[in-house]
């Protein structure tokens, strides 16, 4: 991948700061490996030099675990001297930050070698391997992702979350209803910001709909042919939406299990490939007998099992899994069916796509969407033919078998030959080494539950 042509880069840069002679600061902005976003904040006045000659930040950036800590046995923080490597803006990802007091605007940037050459280990140039390898095949990748949250009070009771209070009725909700409009009324100004705020910054969120528990709802994107703008917009949105709640006196969360007894939140992603011509080759009018769907559905339940860590990468994670929150927790595919892994949308035949439901809302987009094309392409360039599709209760077919907890998870990626050809074997043993290190300090914690259980009693 080469860096775009500096004049189309200062050219981008000089027509927002002519279209906003308001803005006062850049935050330039990219996502570690947990997608947690961090960067720098310059003057406007500093943005060409960002444009000509990028910013320098340390390639431990993506050794951090949960906690921002470098877990140093990654080797990208001591072991070279905790040394810089140099990020160059990502092109049309320039935007307004519309909840700020003071006019700032946003860059998304993305780690190089100081030769130029793409840095391996940021998560965004992991992706762009995987995408490669369609682009060789004369294929594009059409994805849209739906992205579930609750909003929460700013206020932790004994520090664990509770629904925030109605702006209208001031009571806090206690709703398990999907799709009702009620809720959707009582945080209309928050939610209808979100869809303004998305809209200024050019991610294409077309509909939040309320979600099956209390104060939880889900954002809509448009699909869009490249993979890689798609989780850009991922990222992004759930920065917008952090950030116009909180200018509505609430919080957010996106952590896959926040309450026990309630819907876990849940990334999926919509995946249809194009051929050459712009056509979808899924289109069928029986998807079941379209040959290159099967085979991208067998690829991808194949190395599910193996691609489980970066779908669900930390230990609350799995926690989100059950049959009664639609959180398949099996290899399984069907024909409009909501109890499988991929399900396959029926509604006309050009739109036929996977819809793959496996994934946590904490998942990092960028891994995430690597993972499955992975899958994809396996599939594809394999012939993997994926079985029969699912009828019906799924969980009352098919047993759990999917790993269900972080350290079988990171067992089986490691152990992948596949996810190896497609993954860079050298980020792999960093992603490992960085969820090993925060599984261990999470089995040295002693839980409230420990202490009620055995204090007093053993």
């Known amino acids: 991948m080469s860096v775009p042509p500096r004049a189309v880069q200062l050219n981008e840069a000089n027509a927002f700061l002519k279209e906003h002679p308001e803005v006062l600061y850049v935050d330039l ?43 140093e046995s990654t080797g990208l923080g001591l072991d070279i001297g905790d040394a810089d490597r140099i990020c160059y803006p990502i092109p049309d990802t320039l935007s307004n930050e519309p909840w ?7 860059l998304l940037m993305t ?5 130029g050459e793409p840095f391996f280990a940021d998560p965004r140039e992991v992706l762009r391997q995987v995408v490669s390898k369609f682009d060789d095949m ?19 009771v004994n520090g664990r979350p509770q629904p925030p209070r109605s702006p209208i009725s001031g009571k806090r909700p206690q709703s398990t209803q999907v799709y009702l409009i009620d809720d959707l009324d009582e945080y209309a100004d928050c939610l209808q910001d979100i869809l303004e705020g998305a809209k200024e910054q050019g991610i294409p969120a077309d509909a939040i709909v309320k979600e099956s528990a209390p104060a939880q709802f889900e954002v809509n994107l448009h699909h869009v042919p490249d ?36 819907a876990g939140n849940g990334l999926h992603v919509h995946i249809s490939v ?37 779908l669900c990468p930390n230990v609350n994670s799995y926690r989100r899994f059950g049959a009664q929150f639609y959180v398949p927790n099996a290899p399984s595919w069907g024909l409009d069916n909501r109890t499988v892994a ?24 960028y891994l995430m969407m690597a993972a499955v094309l992975a899958g994809v392409h396996h599939g594809l360039t394999n012939k993997v033919e994926p079985g029969e599709p699912i009828e019906g209760n799924s969980y009352e077919q098919l047993e759990q078998s999917l790993p269900n907890n972080l350290r ?16 860079d074997p050298k980020y792999i043993d960093i992603f490992v080494a960085c969820k090993e290190s925060e599984l261990e300090e999470f089995e040295h914690s002693i839980s409230d539950l420990e202490y009620n259980w055995y204090l007093h009693t053993v």
Do not use: W
């Open 111 to 115: 780690m190089h070698e100081l030769e």
């Open 227 to 262: 993979p890689l703008k798609a989780c850009d917009y991922a990222v992004l949105l759930k920065r917008l939406i952090k950030n116009i709640a909180y200018d509505h006196e609430m919080d957010t969360t996106f952590m896959a299990k926040p309450y026990p007894g309630q």
């Open 274 to 310: 194009l051929d050459k011509d712009g056509n979808n080759i899924f289109t069928s009018e029986d998807p079941e007998q379209n040959a290159a769907l099967r085979h991208a559905v067998g690829g991808v339940l194949e190395t599910l099992p193996a691609s489980m860590a970066f």
């Open 138 to 156: 004369g294929l594009t990748i059409c994805a849209a992702f739906e992205l579930e949250f609750y909003l929460i009070d700013q206020e932790n």
């Open 408 to 423: 079988d998870a990171l067992r089986e990626l490691d152990d992948s030959e596949i996810l190896n050809k497609y993954i």
């Open 342 to 365: 991929l399900r396959v949308p029926t509604g006309s035949p050009d739109a036929v796509r996977i819809e793959h439901r496996v994934a946590g809302a904490d998942a990092n987009p």
């Open 29 to 71: 902005l990219i996502a570690d490996m947990n997608g947690v976003v961090r960067g720098k904040r310059i003057e406007r006045t500093s943005l060409h030099k960002v444009y000509e000659k990028g910013i320098n930040l340390p390639a431990s950036l993506f050794a951090l675990d949960i906690n921002g800590s470098t877990v």
């Open 100 to 106: 700020q007091k003071r006019p700032t605007a946003q």
